[in-house]
């Protein structure tokens, strides 16, 4: 029950019609009784910039999730922003600080990395592979450096793009292994599909499956089913997969935490959560 | 439940802490199955300006109901107002026209209106007196004026604040007789009090109720009590009686209106509201 009392998380982007986070987070927020609420707010493709400072400066806001046309543009209206955010180019969680600052965070990656540490892997130290180089890629490529990888693979079908994410990667995390160029997963630890491949029904796959080890982790952001083409044929192999969702559900604890908002477990929020069928 | 197509009304003003409005609309969209919900923004004084142009350009804003402390302010950012607006000096609704062109309305005085028309008394060719010309006063006096009063008497402890309202209604309403200098009773078919006089214990009333016809309306904006008692000393007279609340509770279909959303009656919008006690 929305009154004058309540915090406001503004949900930012355009267009609002296919927005899941209101149907995930409200419905936690009214079961743990904490008096916040996701709102969304349709701001079009140039219109960030005019309202963001202006949303901030009203007393009853808590935070902003950001979403697309406005993730790679958000990052320069705000004060400060975290190593994921500089390393993916683009940032997801804005949040008001006690002094009035506006500091940003990114938690695509690090869905992805705490699913995938959920299911009993060790990151620090491993080699992995990330196909991909846009934003959800940059930002897993970035999630997982923070989480201590030795060696990340970058590959693109716009190679300027993964050799410009493997810039960022260095510059931000000197210790890391960087190479790019290609998509072979033989010898990674963690093998991820970045791409859009998968969408769409005839679509390759986007790596060749059968040069994955079977010890493997195998992880997805295609989520237009549970198990793609590209997972099947993983799980054929024997390979333990990470599905789509997985990463969107890991993501919002990380939210709540950074909003300072009661924290939930992923399969809490799930059973909460009122998604209509797709 | 908030979705990617609910339609938003904000609720704008500061502080938001006492805002009714969320808890009388949204129990009523969610009764009658409207996707819209109000959301108090908590604007503060001087930020207005800045904020009102982007949130309008927002894809699934309907509009906004408009309170303290901005309510003046906003008149000067629209392109189009009602002349209740222009009498009154002031607007607390405010809507998106198809074309982008931002339209505003005021509905206090018409709650006042339709409360005493639901109550079978006529306004066409009646006598007023309004005390008090203040923002509430001058909405009022603006509303009996556009619902036909022959006479509008006004009276204020600044006798400039009503001498500047009785210019107002006789620009806008030429065959009105407009009166202003004393709070003398005598004659009138309805008697308001606009002034805050009895929201503080122990203050004196705002006019002489001896002199109140028994067949008069007696109206009151305070809502400290359901009866003050200055509509006390009128219900010992005979007179009948409108109280604060009625005027809240009539606004609520006017707005409804307004943003073209499913209307209520006042009666039904008052069993379905959740407010706190007081």
């Known amino acids: 029950m929305i009154s004058g009392r309540t915090k406001l998380v503004a949900h930012i982007g355009h267009p609002t019609e296919s927005f899941k986070a209101p149907l995930v987070y409200n419905p936690w927020f009214e079961h743990v009784g904490a008096d916040a609420v996701v709102v969304p707010m349709g701001v079009k493709a140039g219109d960030l910039a005019a309202i963001l400072r202006p949303l901030f400066r009203m007393s009853n806001i808590l935070g902003a999730l950001i979403t697309m046309p406005h993730k790679v543009e958000v990052v320069g209206l705000l004060d400060e922003v975290t190593t994921a955010v500089k390393v993916a180019g683009s940032c997801n969680a ?11 965070d990114m938690f695509d990656g690090e869905g992805f ?3 995938v540490l959920r299911k009993g892997r ?10 991909g180089s846009g934003g959800v890629g940059s930002a897993i490529a970035a999630a997982l450096a923070g989480a201590g990888v030795a060696t990340l693979a970058l590959a693109d ?12 990667l260095s510059a931000h995390h000197p210790g890391l292994e960087v190479v790019t160029g290609s998509t072979d997963p033989d010898g990674f630890d963690i093998v ?7 969408m769409t029904s005839g679509d390759p796959l986007p790596l060749d499956v ?4 079977p010890s493997a982790l195998v992880g997805e952001v295609v989520m237009k089913e549970v198990h793609t083409p590209f997972l099947r044929a993983a799980l054929a ?3 333990e ?5 997985d990463m969107l559900f890991e993501m919002i604890p990380a939210y709540l935490e950074f909003f300072d908002l009661p924290v939930a477990t992923p399969d809490r929020l799930r059973a909460l959560a009122r998604l209509e069928p797709a």
Chains 1, 2 share one sequence.
């Open 94 to 104: 804005v949040r008001l600080e006690p002094d009035g600052r506006l500091t940003g």
């Open 157 to 168: 079908a716009r190679p300027a793009s993964a050799e410009a994410l493997a810039a960022r």
């Open 210 to 213: 059968e040069r994955i080890a």
């Open 237 to 239: 192999r024997g390979c």
């Open 113 to 115: 990395v705490r699913g």
């Open 122 to 131: 060790r990151l620090a130290g491993a080699r992995a592979l990330v196909v």
């Open 241 to 245: 997969v990470q599905v789509g969702t």
């Open 192 to 198: 991820v599909n970045a791409t859009p491949l998968g």
